[in-house]
Structure formats: C-alpha cells, structure tokens
C-alpha cells in the first residue's frame, strides 16, 4: 500500500517511520515533509500546501494512494477528510464537523458541559469588556484561551489581572483571526498534565499508551510555553485505575456526545488531561490529532502496525482489536530547538551528528529541518526529537541525551531534564 501523509512536523516524520516499519507499506509520499522525510528510505515529499486538496486528490488518483493520513489540525478544521469521503478516497481523521472538537475551545467546553465530563469552569465572550470585568470579578490566576486555531499559542495563564487583560486584548485585536472572535476565560487548575491519545472509529474509543509533554521552555518547567520540549511515555502518574477512570468518564461520554451530534469522528481523539492535587481529572482541552511530540515517544513503544489501527479507524473495524500491542518500557523524546525559540530564531544553520546519533541506539525525528543543496539545514523552532526507548526510565533518559550529545548546528537548544517527573512520580 502506498500513503499519503499530509504535514512537515516531528510527528509526521515518526508516523511515516513507524508505517515503513511494516513490509505491506511500499512508500509514503508528504504534503510537504520535511528534511527528514526527504531522506527516509521510502519517503518522498511532494511540493504541494497542505490546503490543496485538489491537487492532493490528483495525486492520489494517479499513484493508486491506499490512504491518507492527516498530521495537523488545520487541514482537518479546513475539511480535508470531508472532501477526500466525497471522492470516495480513505482519509484517516475527524470531519470538519468533529475537528470543531478543537479548532473550537467554546464548541468543545459546551460538548463536554453536556455529557457530564470534567472540565474547569469557564465563561466565553464575544465582547472585551464584559471578559474583562469576569476576570475582575474572579481574580487570579485565571486562563485567557483564544477559541479558535492560534497554533499552540491562543492560552495564557494570567498571574495578574494586567497579563489577563492584555491576552484579551491581543485575542480581539485579530492576532489568530479576525472572524467571529471569541474568547474562553477558565477557572485555573493545578496538578500534572497528561496527554491521552486514543483513537476511534466512531463507535469504540482506544487509548494508546499514556504520554506527559514538557510545554516550558525552560528546565524545572519554567518559562515560555512552547509545542512541546520534549516527551515520556508510558507516563507513571496514570496508573491502571486511572486509566479506566479516563476510559469510562471522558472518552466514552465524548464519542457518545459526538454521536449524540450525528458526529460521526474517526481519527485520534486526544484529550490533555489535568490530574489535579486531589487526584481529579479535568479536560483542559482536546485536539483532534496525534499530539506532537508524544506522537514520537508513544510509537517508538508501538507493535501493531500503525497501518492496521489506522485503516480500521476509517473502516469501523477498531473493536476487531483485541489488544494493542507495545514494547515494554519506557520511551523518551528530548526536543532539540533553534536558539531564540519560542521567541524570534533564525534558520538555515547547518545540521551535522545526526547519524553518530543514532548509533547511539535512538531515533532522531525530524520537524524543522530542510534539505538545501544536499546539505540538512534548520528551518523552524523545534527541529529535532531525539528519541530513545530504554527497560526503564533511566535508561531512556540516558540513551536519549547521549544521542542529543552527537547533534550540532549553530544555537541549538535543549532541555536536560526530559523525563525526570517521570523518575519522581515513579518512585
Ligand atoms: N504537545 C501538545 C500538542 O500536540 O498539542
């Protein structure tokens, strides 16, 4: 089977390694890859934009294309998998109709108020100052949250009353879009953030092996949120019990409020859990995609063919799975970034380490990278996802930073402490 494998980011880059893992997988062509995926044996980028559906469709007519597989979350909010079924082509992902489950936080917020899941108190807005004076009203800290698409950066946790007023501020000057502009203001949480991707054909709900990202820029997760600086998986803190806690009063109750909507959602169904002090769970969000970078350290752990879930999803054959199957232990990914990010970095440094790397034994996936003259240079924030699976923790960690010590290019950054809460909370 030949793959379509729509997005430029670590995550693509990890899923189109995992497909080629399988002999029934011949190639896996990217909308528009990266770096990475231009130097995979069996990968080929395709110079076309991820909002070009007509183009993509030809693609898939002409070179006989199995399946099409959709990374990011924008091409799904623009309708992709919708005009791919009206072709009669294999789409893996939500409709437009269900990628609202994100590209929409007061479409989701109201979804889960209704079936009962968990989920800090919020207020939306259309008008500034009535969002402000909530925020006076309720006091600080508190989370401003832009309600559409801001590429992981519409949240902010406001300290002060100033910081929140400014967010709202930022929100209604147009900053991630000017239609319809709505803002969320959500009761602040605290505890330990989990990623559960779990995935669906619309009538069972699966969930992969717990994952926890480092958003923060900095060690001791202080500083700028950022995508993700790196990522564990499987996260200690979820234990068996809790795991059938989020089965059961969040994944079940969401498909079943999907459906209630005539929602018919195939694809990842990914919540971003907070597990409170007190051992709560509360929704603080869900994307409609795999998450990046868990993707990369939650499918270093995966045995079954990625290609078998992900037809079954299309297929509505997901409860023909008995189990999914997973590597034992335990899998880092430690994000290597252009100096500056999240903030203003420059691109075009020279990449070299990359197979020293992984002779240490892990995986190196790529995001931001581009293939210029032969050479791989940097072409984003986060570039690299050094990934290592380890018997334990401690040996991931150590195999992953190992890897990490081979790679140069000029201002390259990263965390050292990618996956020590994972230590912690095991001990
Ligand atoms: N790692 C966070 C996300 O994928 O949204």
């Known amino acids: 089977m030949k793959v379509l494998l729509v997005g430029n980011g670590g995550r693509e880059h990890a899923i189109a390694k995992k497909l080629l893992e399988s002999t029934r997988i011949k190639q896996v062509f990217c909308v528009p890859g990266n770096g990475g995926t231009a130097t995979t044996k069996g990968c080929q980028n395709l110079s076309l934009n991820i909002d070009d559906f007509q183009g993509m469709e030809r693609f898939v007519m002409v070179n006989n294309i199995g399946l099409v597989i959709v990374g990011p979350e924008l091409p799904l909010s623009l309708g992709i998998v919708d005009y791919f079924q009206q072709k009669k082509l294999m789409a893996f992902g939500p409709t437009q109709a269900g990628a609202q489950i994100e590209s929409s936080k007061s479409w989701a917020k109201q979804l889960m108020l209704e079936a009962g899941i968990p989920t800090p108190k919020a207020a939306v807005f259309t008008n500034p100052e009535a969002a402000k004076a909530y925020v006076v009203e309720q006091g600080t800290p508190i989370v401003i949250k832009a309600d559409g698409l801001a590429s992981g950066k519409g949240v902010t946790v406001a300290t002060t009353v100033k910081i929140a007023h400014s967010a709202i501020n930022t929100i209604f000057r147009g900053e991630f879009g000017t239609d319809n502009i709505r803002v969320v203001v959500e009761e602040y949480v605290t505890g330990q953030e989990v990623s559960i991707l779990a995935l669906t054909d619309g009538i069972t709900v699966e969930p992969l092996l717990p994952a926890q990202d480092h958003k923060a820029i900095g060690e001791g997760d202080k500083g700028a949120n950022t995508g993700g600086m790196g990522a564990y998986a499987p996260a200690p803190i979820v234990t068996p019990e809790l795991m059938e806690r989020i089965q059961t009063e969040i ?113 190196v996936f790529h995001a931001g990278t581009q293939l210029k003259q032969q050479q791989l240079v940097t072409d984003g924030g986060r570039v690299l996802g050094v990934t290592a699976v380890g018997e334990t923790f401690e040996q991931a960690i150590a195999k992953a930073y190992e890897a990490v010590d081979c790679i140069e290019f000029e201002g390259v950054y990263c965390r050292r402490d990618i996956g020590r809460r994972a230590l912690a909370d095991k001990s």
Request: aromatic content about 8%; proline content about 4%.
């Open 251 to 363: 994944l079940e109750p969401t498909l079943a409020a999907l459906q209630k909507r005539k929602i018919d959602y195939r694809g990842v169904l990914y919540a971003g859990l907070m597990i409170t002090d007190e051992g709560e769970l509360q929704v603080l969000e869900f994307n409609c995609r795999f998450g990046d970078p868990e993707t990369q350290a939650v499918l270093s752990l995966l045995e079954t063919p990625l290609e078998d879930l992900l037809l079954a999803c299309c297929k509505q054959r997901l409860g023909d799975f008995a189990e999914i199957r997973w590597k034992s232990g335990a899998a880092v990914c430690v994000v290597l970034a252009s100096g500056g990010y999240p903030g203003s970095y420059e691109k075009g440094k020279t990449i070299t380490g990359i197979e020293a790397a992984e002779a240490k034994g892990a995986e």
